[in-house]
């Protein structure tokens, strides 16, 4: 058995962080971390000169992490990196990043790419394998997480470690995002990365759009009861829109005053209106990767909400956002038989 | 020692329920209520079910103070018209509010006044006046609690009008204030005596808590802020951050606000105070479309010397109660500790 | 709000200069009668339609609103409807989904010669809105 064949996927991306980095093929390193909090993952940027020596390099990379610890979609960082500077006349010249990509960070990417704000050859992706990530949201649920002092992530199970030495036992199928539960995609095909790590990944889920039909299905008064009561508990902070990695305007709709489309309050069709549009802007372009969902402080659920555009997109035009630069956006393009049952006769 | 029991009454928490009634008659009452996705604050009924135990709320009570949206007033075409009909509520009682939430309405009032500054908010004076302020001591701190770090205690009673701790199957309730007082006054009928022993369990809680209250050391803090403004340890701090507004909103001494007008298509509208946040690149954004903290380098390291050194200089106060809420909620899982100990260590290495 | 009985439905029309908004003025030129509830703005393509434009009708009261344009293949601008049906597909089956009576915002093709159709349309639909009442669900309270 070989070397590598011995590494499990966070030494594999550790190694090839480090020989990326240390080759001068990339300018920065962006993973994850372990957050302070149990199960939670933090974004990692590691430079390549760090200024110091050869074990500095070894160290901070030795900080990256794989597994299922609750973090934000990488690929949201990525636009700052490449958007130009304004103000000044010449722009300076662009990095090289390597980074760390699970199959919906991905997606995200290429959605990037595709829209020509981020630059395909001055990625070097580093496609990873995904078993779902933990929702602390339902952790919470169970029991009280912030009194939880350390927490150690199996393959069936999570081990969280409460004051008093005491072990709490969970399985962990239960307690994964529901974004993850029903992801179609978890693996990254080979040809759309620059270097696959080998490891498990989960199955990809079948009826990927139940809970949605399953909400299509309720009566009108009962979708208009749930939709007025999540959006009563948003307070406008635009952590879904920041978490969500192709929300990138510089000048969101919702912000704009010299069209002034909607206030900047909590009011509540502002709100309305501040989530169909953000959803409808996302029509074939989100990834599913439940990013805003998670961001979110007060726990509205967006998902039953994102997730009805993302049908809509792939059963209307038969399209979703995938790994290709080739893909065109469904929205700017038409076919002659694009269907009109909506549309009305007198 | 014989002040304070005279101070100090037992309420049998059986009798909760009787006391939200009697309260709710004449005031707006509030109280952290139990939700699966942890205590939120909520109107108190009779029949709600209060949670005493979990470390805190998501959202901190500066809502009630501070809301997210305020009508300021109301127009039509170029008149302005009546402020907003005022609450009928003669009062708002805040049930249960932890001593770091407690301590930051301190610092809110610093910047609304009265006091300290040249102006004054007739609207959050308003409704500071009418509000009764019931803490309740912490039993066990959480994993992101740092409140001794930034001046505090667990058990702290700075601004509380009436200081509750949890003794199992009773409260023990003391005033703080003359408010405080009169209203211990008020519900003499639910109350009973408060004696020695109770004090001394009072105590004892009070010292385990604040021992078991993770430390941050801020020592060398206000002079590193000083020194290092320019130091890229800030490029470096604020990569992972989203400038997603979590931390500003549910944080309870942040309170920078934005006034806008809103008109209805017949010319009628309203002017609105609504939150803000410091790390949205809109913050400061100037007509001409130049842009003094363009980055999320310039906005991150505002947050941070605005809460531990620009209030330092203006009042005295460091605007953290180490709540933690920003460490919790943090979507891209930024932990304000970290961020402060880098500082320090970091400090002058360039 | 329901109890006035001289209530009338408030319908918002989006016409595209070309087609929809000819063939309302040939229906007024043609004295055909349609019920007076319509404000027509004019647009120059259906594809200038951004769906705020609907969302904030309904967010200001408007009661219904309808958006209608060339006929798919007649457009003056080739294709601005085509690349609209996509868009008006996908937001009436959002709005739908949350919960708005979708008789409150809908979408038709109606050539500048058709006059006649025009009048039927807007009959039919301030018929299908009058019956659903005043609308409630997204309006802002502006002054609350």
């Known amino acids: 058995m070989t070397m590598e064949a011995m590494e499990t996927p966070e030494q594999r991306i550790r190694t090839l962080a480090v020989e990326l980095l240390r080759e001068g093929k990339i300018d920065m390193f962006v993973g994850l971390r372990r957050g302070v909090l149990p199960l939670t993952g933090t974004p990692c940027f590691i430079p390549a000169s760090r200024g110091g020596a050869q074990e500095d390099l070894e160290q901070a990379v030795g900080q990256l992490v794989w597994g299922g610890y609750s973090a934000p979609n990488l690929a949201a960082y990525l636009v700052s990196f490449y958007e130009p500077d304004l103000r000044l006349k010449q722009q300076p010249e662009k990095p090289v990043l390597g980074l760390q990509v699970r199959s919906c960070e991905l997606r995200s990417v290429y959605t990037l790419v595709r829209e020509k704000q981020v630059p395909r050859d001055k990625l070097v992706l580093v496609g990873v394998p995904c078993r779902g990530m933990v929702d602390l949201r339902r952790l919470r649920e169970k029991l009280d997480l912030e009194r939880v002092t350390d927490a150690v992530e199996e393959p069936g199970a999570l081990k969280l470690k409460l004051p008093g030495g005491e072990v709490v036992r969970l399985d962990r199928e239960e307690f994964i995002e529901d974004a993850c539960r029903e992801c179609r995609r978890p693996s990254v095909p080979e040809e759309s990365v620059d270097f696959l790590v080998d490891g498990p990944s989960r199955k990809e889920a079948a009826g990927v759009y139940d809970a949605v039909r399953a909400f299509e299905d309720r009566p009108v008064e009962e979708r208009w009861r749930i939709f007025l009561e999540e959006t009563s508990k948003c307070i406008r902070c635009y952590a879904c829109r920041q978490a969500c990695p192709t929300c990138y305007c510089r000048d969101c709709f919702a912000e704009q005053t010299d069209l002034h489309w909607i206030g900047a309050s909590a009011e509540l069709s502002d709100i309305q209106l501040f989530h169909l549009v953000r959803i409808f802007h996302q029509a074939g372009r989100c990834s599913s990767c439940g990013a805003c969902a998670r961001a979110c402080p007060v726990g509205v659920d967006l998902r039953t909400f994102t997730q009805k555009i993302v049908k809509d997109v792939d059963e209307f035009f038969g399209s979703l956002p995938g790994f290709s630069l080739e893909e065109v956006s469904p929205l700017n393009v038409f076919r002659e038989d694009d269907g009109e049952e909506f549309m009305s006769e007198p | 020692m014989g002040k304070q029991k005279q101070q100090a009454k037992i309420l049998d928490k059986a009798k909760l329920p009787d006391l939200i009634e009697a309260l709710s008659a004449r005031a707006v009452c509030l109280g952290p209520v139990r939700s699966a996705d942890g205590p939120r604050w909520e109107r108190l009924k009779p029949s709600s079910v209060l949670d005493l135990e979990s470390v805190n709320t998501r959202l901190s009570p500066k809502a009630v103070f501070l809301p997210q949206r305020e009508v300021l007033c109301t127009f039509r075409g170029d008149r302005l018209e009546d402020s907003p009909p005022e609450s009928e509520a003669e009062r708002t009682v805040l049930f249960g509010v932890r001593a770091c939430d407690a301590r930051a309405l301190q610092c809110l009032d610093l910047v609304f006044g009265p006091g300290q500054s040249r102006f004054s908010d007739p609207y959050y004076l308003e409704r500071r006046e009418r509000a009764l302020i019931i803490t309740l001591a912490c039993r066990e701190p959480g994993r992101a609690c740092f409140c001794t770090s930034v001046g505090g205690s667990p058990a702290g009673t700075e601004g509380a009008d009436v200081a509750a701790v949890d003794l199992g199957a009773e409260l023990l309730l003391t005033a703080v204030t003359d408010k405080g007082r009169d209203f211990l006054g008020e519900q003499e009928a639910l109350l009973t005596a408060a004696d020695q022993s109770h004090l001394e369990s009072a105590r004892n809680q009070a010292e385990r808590a604040r021992s078991l209250v993770g430390a941050v050391d801020l020592e060398k803090l206000t002079e590193t802020l000083a020194r290092d403004f320019d130091d890229p340890v800030w490029e470096e701090l604020a990569r992972p951050c989203l400038g997603c507004g979590v931390c500003a909103y549910l944080c309870p001494t942040c309170h920078c606000f934005d006034i806008s007008d809103e008109v209805d298509s017949r010319g009628a509208g309203v002017r609105i105070r609504s939150w803000d946040c410091c790390q949205y690149p809109l913050f400061t954004r100037h007509a001409s479309g130049h842009n003094p903290r363009v980055n999320r380098k310039q906005r991150l390291r505002q947050r941070i010397m605005h809460k531990y050194a620009y209030t330092v200089e203006n009042s005295g106060v460091i605007f953290c109660v180490g709540c933690g809420r920003c460490i919790l909620n943090c979507p891209a899982h930024l932990d304000i500790r970290v961020t402060l100990r880098a500082l320090q260590t970091r400090g002058g290495r360039s | ?144």
């Not at chain 3, 868009?87 to 919960?99: D, E, I, Q």
Request: net charge positive.
């Open chain 3, 1 to 144: 709000m329901t109890a006035d009985t001289n209530w009338q439905p408030k319908i918002v029309a989006f016409l595209c200069n070309w087609c929809s908004y000819a063939g309302a003025d040939l229906a007024g030129v043609s004295r055909l009668q349609y019920p007076p509830n319509v404000r027509i703005i004019r647009v120059p393509c259906s594809g200038r339609i951004n769906p705020l434009y609907i969302l904030k009708a309904l967010q200001d009261g408007a009661d219904g609103v309808l958006v209608s344009g060339c006929h798919p293949g007649d457009c003056h601008y080739i294709s601005g409807n085509l690349l609209a049906r996509r868009r008006f597909a996908l937001l009436k089956s959002l709005l739908t989904y949350v919960g708005i009576e979708p008789e409150r915002v809908q979408f038709a093709w109606v050539s500048a010669s058709e006059g006649g159709r025009f009048a039927d349309l807007m009959t039919k639909i301030s018929a299908e809105v009058a019956a659903l009442g005043p609308a409630q669900k997204l309006v802002k309270e502006f002054r609350r």
